[in-house]
C-alpha cells in the first residue's frame, strides 16, 4: 500500500518557521516527481513546490519564493519543505504529492492526508 504521511505541521507566529516533512512508502519511488500543495478553507488546492527524482529541477509558486525550500532525500524517500517568514495567509492544509515524472495527470498522483500549518498574526 503506498503511503505518504506529511508531518511537522503546527501553530507558529507570523516571521516564524516550520519544516514539513513527507515520507514515501509502499513503492519504488525513482523517477518520481513530488511536491506540496495547499488548501485553505474556501479556497481551491493551491500548488506549492514540487521537486524532481534527483532534485534538478525545482519549481515554487510566486507568494513562496525566496521564503520556502523544498528537498528531497532520496535513500529514506522523505520530501521536505523548509518554510521561513511565514505569514498569515500561508495558513493552510498542505499535502504531500508524489508522480512519475514523465505522467502529469490527476490519476497518476498519490496524496497525502496533510498536515495543518496555522500561521497566527
Known amino acids: 500500500q503506498v503511503q505518504l504521511v506529511e508531518s511537522g505541521g503546527g501553530l507558529v507566529q507570523t516571521g516564524g518557521s516550520l519544516r514539513l516533512s513527507c515520507a514515501a512508502s509502499?513503492?519504488?519511488?525513482?523517477?518520481?516527481?513530488m511536491g506540496w500543495f495547499r488548501q485553505a478553507p474556501g479556497l481551491e488546492r493551491e500548488f506549492v513546490a514540487s521537486i524532481t527524482w534527483n532534485g534538478g529541477s525545482t519549481a515554487y509558486t510566486d507568494s513562496v519564493k525566496g521564503r520556502f525550500t523544498i528537498s528531497r532525500d532520496r535513500a529514506t524517500n522523505t520530501m521536505y519543505l523548509q518554510m521561513n517568514s511565514l505569514k498569515p495567509e500561508d495558513t493552510a492544509l498542505y499535502y504531500c504529492m508524489a508522480r512519475p515524472s514523465i505522467v502529469d495527470a490527476e490519476a497518476a498522483r498519490y496524496w497525502g492526508q496533510g498536515t495543518q500549518v496555522t500561521v497566527s498574526s
Open positions: 509502499g513503492r519504488t519511488f525513482v523517477g518520481f516527481t
